[in-house]
């Protein structure tokens, strides 16, 4: 049983670029959450899905990001014209609607904008 | 209002002695859950342990223990024997509303260094 995965684990850019983060959940998982962690605090939501359809957003959320799940499986987080308040960790997790409540997190993926 | 206090950002802890992390929470929902992660320098979060609001006892696996006061509203966590392999990160979360899977919010953290 894989866990859930995130790629890239690193990622630098310049200021205005743009970023895409893919996650891959446990694979039985139908729901999937974006989290931002930055330093020195917990992580914040910004997304969930169940299954492809996305069900709430945060108000950090800008209109900067755009996440999606088109399949249901894999979801992608991009970001525009990335500033440097963008830097952090973006952790993604998973769990099975009804079974339990524990989410799985993957290892994150660290953005640093330059 | 934060939802999660944890007023601890820092502890130590000699190895094989416990440790209690405190947790205070803040919630109108009479139905919610309380998380326990651990995130070693690597960044992962590894889920500890959970304990629902309704449920009469404190939850236990293995070393942890949840020492849950309903109406103190405070769910500290407690590692017993602590050995060296548990200094990390250690965040507080809840969910609100009576299903499960909702995202979670979490504490600020506690940074737990075990001692030899």
Redesign the interface.
């Known amino acids: 049983d894989t866990g859930v995965s995130q790629d890239p684990r690193h990622k630098i850019t310049k200021r205005g670029q743009n970023v895409t983060f893919r996650c891959d959940p446990i694979s039985e998982h139908n729901?999937l959450?974006w989290?931002r962690q930055t330093l020195?605090?917990?992580?914040?939501?910004l997304t969930?899905f169940q299954n492809e359809a996305q069900l709430?957003k945060?108000r950090l959320l800008s209109d900067r990001f755009s996440a999606e799940r088109p399949k249901g499986s894999f979801s992608t987080l991009e970001i525009q014209r990335t500033e440097q308040g963008d830097s952090a960790?973006y952790?993604c997790?998973s769990?099975?609607?009804?079974q339990?409540?524990?989410?799985?997190?993957?290892?994150?993926t660290?953005l640093t904008v330059t | 209002a934060q939802k999660i206090t944890q007023t601890q950002p820092g502890m130590f802890v000699q190895e094989k002695e416990a440790v209690t992390l405190d947790c205070t929470y803040d919630t109108s929902d009479q139905s919610y859950g309380l998380f326990w992660y651990k995130q070693p320098s690597s960044g992962e979060m590894i889920f500890l342990i959970y304990q629902g609001s309704y449920d009469e006892q404190n939850a236990t696996e293995g070393r942890y223990s949840l020492n849950f006061q309903k109406a103190r509203k405070s769910a500290n966590l407690v590692i017993s024997a602590s050995q060296l392999g548990d200094s990390a990160m250690y965040f507080c979360a809840m969910r609100e509303g009576p299903t499960g899977n909702t995202p979670l919010v979490f504490g600020k953290g506690t940074r737990l260094s075990v001692i030899a």
Do not use: V
């Open positions: 729901r959450y989290y020195g605090q917990g992580p914040e939501f969930y709430e945060s960790m952790l997790a769990s099975l609607w009804g339990g409540n524990e989410q799985y997190f993957g290892p994150g660290r």
